[in-house]
């Protein structure tokens, strides 16, 4: 019987994407970590994979992976705001690849973390709400596309048996399937590439002592850096703002004071420079972590007071 020669590329080619799985549950696989019996845990980390009962959850390292068990009694909340007002309760569903969630719980003789309770905040939720619109359609096309090439595979084997031993067909369909191996690896390096992302600048912006007000130095800085970004292909653009603060009074209000100043330069972006609120990751205020100069001297302290307005490329929307 002569061969649809239509019908055989699309069989080779879905069979090809078939045989492509999802490279970071390898990942996981081989870096999970294991929960001693028993042990009290308290860890942050981010969704990568998502079952019914269960999840499994890269820490903010992105070394190690942890299996989480879900049971009846896991409390899912956000974080609580402020010392009465209690976090708001959601459902496991809730619980999306992509969020980033603190859990408490215990260790099992599996080696699995059994949660007790899961927080997380109401803006990381949205966040992955984004993202799991946009991979779902994704993976179910090409999960109907791996049921399309079984079941034509079994339709047509028996009868196009002959024509696959036909030289001329057998070596264009092996340059079509070729290229359809190069799409499905494409496709597959874009889906694994939306949690890593690239460095590509970092703004230093400078602030007074004890004073979250944007001055007129750094919004010169970020106005020169906003013309150069206007120069740039910006496709899979993201910007993470975080806050530090120098050493001078207590620790908590350096905290509160650098995640003041983070806002103060997400809301000079936002009205001066139309910076669209998707392109935003959940802004930071560091404190008086990670300075990059001495607290002991003036020249060190002003260094220290400052916003880093960081620039990544998300690889998978940028499709590198």
Known sequence: MKMNRTRLVSLIAFALIACFGITEQISAQQNMKNVADGGQVKLMGIITS??????????????????????????????????????????????????????????????????????????????????????????????????????????????????????????EAQAIAAKAQADADRANNRINGLNDFDSIKTIVVPFATGSSVLGPSGKKIIDEAAVWVKTQDTKGWMVAVVGFADSTGNTAKNKTLSEKRANSVIGYLVSRHNLPLTRLIQPFGAGVDKPVATNTTASGRAQNRRVEIRLLVNKGIAGD
């Open 50 to 171: 998502r079952s019914p009962d269960s999840l499994v959850i890269r820490d903010l390292a992105g070394s190690d992976f942890y299996f989480v068990e879900l049971i009846s009694s896991t409390k899912v909340e956000t974080f609580k705001k402020g010392a009465f007002r209690g976090g708001k309760e959601y459902a496991a569903s809730y619980l999306l690849r992509g969020l980033r969630i603190e859990i408490e719980g215990t260790g099992n003789s599996a080696g699995h973390l059994v949660a007790r309770s899961i927080n997380f905040d109401e803006s990381d939720l949205k966040t992955a709400q984004a993202l799991d619109a946009r991979v779902d359609p994704v993976e179910a096309q090409a999960e109907a596309n791996r049921k399309k090439a079984a079941e034509d595979a079994e339709r047509i084997a028996a009868a196009e048996e002959n024509a696959k031993r036909m030289a001329g067909q057998i070596e």
